[in-house]
């Protein structure tokens, strides 16, 4: 089983998808790999992460670990597989973690329904990270994919929220898109580490979605992410010139295809 590097400061944390995906990262040398439910957005194409199902998590799951078997790897729990009480959660984290050979499962929230559902995956072995601010699945109910911890009552359920993931056994958790000096506060009172997208330099790690790094997913630019990449575009060249040269009989040439000998096709003809 990877090891979470310990001293590893700051923490890098990519999202996966799939075997390229995996192997890319691991290559690169992160220090997690996450199997986010932004799958459903960059990847299947959903308006939100809500119709992700844990068939689908598992799907993923398990090509990400082919590409990355040596990288420590996190894998959401998508909504509705851990909001139908413990058992429930447990039955479905035991399934995920058995089929995909993660390292961890993330969650998000901090309500006590949750919280419940962190103490008893961890109590039984399951590492747990959380996750705070926005959360994608709920986002409707947080007034939508906007900021949070803005106002003394959303600053102060993050923080509580962060803490009460701690206290429930929580190894990490995710702070996204919250003011950089509340991240920073809650990173200072937290003994696990925070990791964050969207949150400011001071957390112990960073999150990005690989597809918005790369620049693969071109929906609306995002504040929180960073383009490192064009690869929608280099992708989009790529397709236009295999096209023309298909229109223009230059592909396949001859490099691209296999010879017989002479006295076998005479045969034939
Ligand atoms: O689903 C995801 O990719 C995430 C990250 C943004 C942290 O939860």
New binding site residues.
Partial sequence: MPELTASADPLVMV?AYDYPGGRHAEAAGVDLI?V????GNVVLGYDS?APVTLADMIHHGKAVRRGAPNTFLVV?LPFGTYHTGVHDAMRHAVKVIQETGADAL?L?GSTPEVLDVVGTLTRNGIPVMG?VGLM?QTATAQGGLTVQGKDDASARRTLDGALALQDAGAFAA?L?AIPARLARLITERLAIPT?G?GAGVHCRGQ?L?THDLLGVYEGEHKKIAKRYAEVGQVSREAITAYAAEVRGRTFPARENSFVMKDDVLDKLY
Avoid: A, Y
């Fill in positions: 999202t996450l986010g439910d932004s799958l992460t959401d993330k998000e996750h994608p995710v996204e990791i997208i999150v979605v």
